[in-house]
Every structure is written in structure tokens, then in C-alpha cells.
């Protein structure tokens, strides 16, 4: 009589350890599975966690076989989330006027400032939650991704209470994100009109006017100027974005300077200069520089007269009038900013090597003081030489910062073209650094770029946003 075949069972675990599957084999006719065996054979393979004895149980008492079924499976690791912040506050607004349905722009919803009071909310933190971890079928320990805990807020203006977990605002003002950092700023608010009876206002920090501004008034600040009225010839100054929700009626003897972006219902007989974007309905009659890009979109977006240069380009609904007004536009940097690149340039060359020539006249004192056993420490002409050193140094770090800006605006300026959604009119001049084009005749939704020897035109790609 032949000898009886023992069949033994097959358990296959997955790769990550994490799941076993056994399969066993129909066994010959006389024989079966013990479940002695079973565990002897899951011994062999290391399986000791998270065993199914419910699922062995039924495979030996109902005499599954040929079908491959899960008897184990580890314990998955949970992760942990990282602490993060809860704002109270609006951390990113664009500072845009929305476009209305009919075409007009509304100058109301530009947010320009985020306005807290003392004891207000303004973060809440939400602490690391600790992951669990996990364990393989084998035993063998699965680690889970634990959170992180955040470092506490930065900045100054707020105060974290006891609980270590709120933060609240120490005073009255605007709160905004430099980076990583909170700070809450003092904000001066005007709550009528700005008159000349009243002085000028020079603020470090915020300034909104909720009213208008008399001719002849002087606004300065280091951070916005808001101004909910009409400005009239004054002079504003500000380290950041300017906001006129009225505009401004110049007079020729209005001047507006930022180093932010500009946004405002119209300009008249202004002189501007923004360093950042200008966004407008009207420009007439103005003396416009703008390092950024001008936007004058809306359905009555247009330039009438004046000197308009952008830098970085500029979008206007028409430009002209069909009086056939003297218009000029100037985009890219423009033969001024790469003559003044190549002087400035020149000028740190030669500031340099003056100041290499004085290196080399006090290190004659060190080798004579050294020889001589003489102190030349007070000797006149050392000192008149570090004069001059301290003097030109000081020029060379202004004139590196200058050229560091030249640089930047000559290289933004790249590609810079006049887009036209509607009408220009004749009377118009487009010019693009040496390149001039005086406009004969009217033209609709056209756009002029540069060429290597002419201003060349295309249908205008843009449109009202």
C-alpha cells in the first residue's frame, strides 16, 4: 500500500509585512490539516500578530481549500497632523477694484487695510496631534508620522494669552503678514476732510481719510494712504499703496509719489510716480511714471493728454480722444534708465578703484608704524584718508543700491507692448525706448510691440476683465 502524502499548508505575507493569506492545499484522500500544524507552519514564518482565529478555525472546520484567505493582518500606523494656525483675519487680499457687469469699476471694494481693536482674536493655534504606531504581522514595529508642533508667533502689536493658544491684538490698528511674521501698526484715521486749516499730516504708519482733501495739504506716510473723498492739488507721499476711491483733481499742482501700487477712480493735471502698478479709470492731462504695468480696463478706462511711461506695459479701453489730443505713451525702461545704468556703472568703477588706492595709503602707515615703532594713529593724513574712505564707502553701497534698481526695471521691462481694447485716436505718439510711432489714422483693439528696428502692431489679445 502506498505511503499517504502529507500536504502543507501555504501562507504567502505581503511585502510590507502588514497582511498573511493562507492557502490550503485539497489534501489526498485520508489525510487533513491539524491546526497544531497550522501554528507550527505560522511559527516557521514569524506570524505572531493580529491573527484571525475565528478565519483558522472555520478554513479547518469547513474544509476550505484551494481558496487563498487573510489570517492575519497587522496594525496600520496612524499619522499624526502637524500644529498649524487659525487667522482671525483677511491674510491675503489683492487690493484690486472688482469689475461691475455693466463695465465700470468699483472702487469701494479695494481692500486696503485689515483693521483690528485691542482684545481682539486674531490667531488661534491648534496643537500637533501625536500619530499611533503601527505593527507588522511579524511584530515588528511600524512608525507613524508624528506631528510637529509650531513655533509661536512672531511679531509685535498682539499678546499670547495664558492659555498659550490665542493670540489677541495689544492695541487699535491694521494687522497684516510681513513673511512669517504678525504686526499690528497704529493707523491715523481722519474721520471728515482734510483741510489746510489743519495742518499736514506726516504719520508713521496707515493713514485713512474719510473724506476729501483740500488743495495745498502735504500727506505723508511710511505705510497706505486711503482716501474715500476727492483729492484736490495736494501732495501725497507714501512708503506703500495709495487708494483715491474719489480721484484726484490736480490742478497742475498736485503730486503723488508711492513705492507701492496705485489705484484710483481718475487722475486730472496730476504728476505721478509709482513704483508699483497703477490701476485707473481716467488719466487726463497727467505726467505719469510708473515702474510697474498700467491698467486702465474699465469701460471708461482711458489716457487723454499728458506724458504716460510704464515700464512694464501698459492696458488701456481707448487712448485720445477724437479731438485728436496729444497723447504720448512710453513703455519699457526707456533711453534715460540705460544711460543712467551706464553712468552709474562707470561711477563704481571708478569709486572702487579710489578706494583700493586708499586701502594701499593706510596699509603704508601699518608697514611705517611698524618699522618706526611709531603710532600714525592721529597722524592728519591718516585721518583725512579714512574720511574719504568712510565717505566713498557709504557712496558705493548707495550708487550698488541704485544700479541694483536700474537693473531690475531694465530687465522687467522686457517685452513690454501697448494693448488697446477699443479706439486710439490720432494725435496719439507710442514710444518704445529710440522707437516713436505717431498714430494718422484711428485704430480699434490693436496692440503695438517692439521690432529690432520699428514698432510693429497686432490685434490686441487683451480683454476687459
Not at 493580529?50 to 476550505?64: A, C, K, V, Y
Request: hydrophobic share 35%; with cysteine; charged share 30%.
Amino acid at each position: 500500500m502506498a505511503e499517504l502524502t502529507q500536504q502543507k499548508p501555504i501562507i504567502r505575507i505581503t511585502f510590507d509585512e502588514m497582511e498573511a493569506y493562507m492557502l490550503l492545499p485539497e489534501p489526498e484522500q485520508g489525510t487533513g490539516y491539524t491546526d497544531s500544524q497550522i501554528r507550527q507552519e505560522m511559527a516557521a514564518r514569524g506570524i505572531t500578530t493580529g491573527i484571525d482565529e475565528q478565519r483558522i478555525s472555520d478554513m479547518l472546520e469547513g474544509h476550505t481549500y484551494n481558496a487563498e484567505l487573510l489570517i492575519a493582518q497587522g496594525k496600520k500606523p496612524v499619522d499624526g497632523t502637524d500644529g498649524y494656525y487659525e487667522y482671525k483675519f483677511d491674510t491675503n487680499f489683492d487690493g484690486k477694484p472688482k469689475l461691475l457687469p455693466d463695465g465700470s469699476v468699483d472702487y469701494w471694494s479695494v481692500h486696503s487695510i485689515e483693521s483690528v481693536t485691542a482684545g481682539q482674536v486674531i490667531a488661534v493655534y491648534h496643537p500637533a496631534v501625536s500619530g499611533e504606531d503601527g505593527m507588522s504581522v511579524k511584530g515588528g514595529l511600524v512608525p507613524a508620522k508624528h506631528g510637529r508642533e509650531q513655533m509661536p508667533l512672531k511679531g509685535k502689536g498682539f499678546d499670547r494669552m495664558d492659555d498659550e493658544v490665542t493670540y489677541t491684538a495689544s492695541m487699535d490698528g491694521k494687522i497684516e503678514m510681513q513673511n512669517d511674521r504678525i504686526v499690528v501698526l497704529p493707523v491715523h484715521e481722519v474721520s471728515g476732510n482734510a483741510e489746510l486749516a489743519e495742518g499736514n499730516i506726516d504719520f508713521r504708519g496707515d493713514i485713512v481719510i474719510h473724506g476729501n482733501v483740500e488743495s495745498g495739504v502735504s500727506i505723508r506716510a511710511t505705510g497706505s494712504i486711503t482716501i474715500d473723498g476727492v483729492a484736490e492739488a495736494c501732495m501725497l507721499e507714501a512708503g506703500k499703496d495709495i487708494i483715491l476711491r474719489g480721484g484726484m483733481l490736480g490742478g497742475n499742482k498736485a503730486s503723488v509719489k508711492t513705492k507701492g501700487a496705485i489705484t484710483a477712480k481718475f487722475f486730472e493735471f496730476t504728476n505721478i510716480l509709482c513704483e508699483g502698478d497703477l490701476q485707473a479709470d481716467v488719466l487726463m492731462d497727467c505726467s505719469v511714471i510708473c515702474h510697474g504695468q498700467i491698467r486702465l480696463t474699465g469701460r471708461k478706462g482711458s489716457i487723454i493728454g499728458g506724458k504716460v511711461q510704464a515700464i512694464r506695459g501698459l492696458i488701456a479701453t481707448s487712448l485720445g480722444n477724437d479731438a485728436e489730443k496729444r497723447t504720448e505713451i512710453f513703455v519699457g525702461a526707456g533711453i534715460d534708465v540705460y544711460s543712467r545704468l551706464r553712468v552709474m556703472e562707470k561711477k563704481i568703477e571708478m569709486t572702487r578703484e579710489e578706494l583700493a588706492k586708499i586701502e594701499e595709503g593706510l596699509e603704508k602707515f601699518e608697514i611705517l608704524s611698524k618699522e618706526r615703532g611709531v603710532s600714525y594713529t592721529n597722524d592728519p593724513r591718516r585721518t583725512s584718508l579714512l574720511r574719504i574712505k568712510i565717505k566713498d564707502s557709504a557712496m558705493l553701497a548707495s550708487d550698488e543700491e541704485e544700479v541694483r534698481k536700474l537693473r531690475i526695471l531694465a530687465e522687467s521691462s522686457k517685452g513690454a507692448c501697448v494693448s488697446v481694447i477699443q479706439e486710439i485716436y490720432p494725435g496719439v505718439i507710442i514710444n518704445m525706448d529710440e522707437l516713436k510711432l505717431a498714430l494718422k489714422n484711428m485704430a480699434t483693439g490693436v496692440e503695438f510691440y517692439k521690432l529690432p528696428d520699428k514698432i510693429g502692431t497686432r490685434p490686441c489679445s487683451a480683454g476687459v476683465e
